[in-house]
């Protein structure tokens, strides 16, 4: 695939957002960014279109990452969902089904293999399981 990926970050800490959108970046993706689930959702309504979700899963506002990966899943089901936390997967609350899981610290080399794999392989809308 040769179209360039799309990517929604969605961090609330500032310098990690804005390290992982300067990586990205200089990987050829597209990665538009918000500190908040708000912010992501003002951005997905106001388009373009998204490949993948690349959120937190603890975050300051009233939707956590979590909540807001459900909610793209739900009306986004084209987009890849990727979540992180500093916490163990099995502290976490439910997340969407298909979400792809990534635990802090992570490597940026780690996400951006992650990304890629997304643009090699899109997303499907029945019975994916990640």
Known sequence: MSQTLRILLVE?????RELMADVFGSLGMD?????D?????????????FDVLFSDV???GRMSGAELGMHVS???????VILA???????????????EFVQKPFSLGQVARMLQA???????TEGDVR
């Open 37 to 49: 689930a708000e912010g992501a959702l003002a951005l997905l309504e106001a388009g373009p279109a």
């Open 118 to 124: 997304c643009q090699a392989q899109p997303a499907t």
């Open 74 to 80: 739900r009306q986004y089901p084209q987009l890849r």
């Open 85 to 99: 936390s500093g916490h163990g997967r099995h502290q976490l609350p439910e997340l969407p089904a298909g979400a």
């Open 12 to 16: 609330d800490q500032a310098d990690l």
């Open 31 to 35: 990665v538009a960014s918000a500190t």
């Open 58 to 60: 603890y975050m300051p």
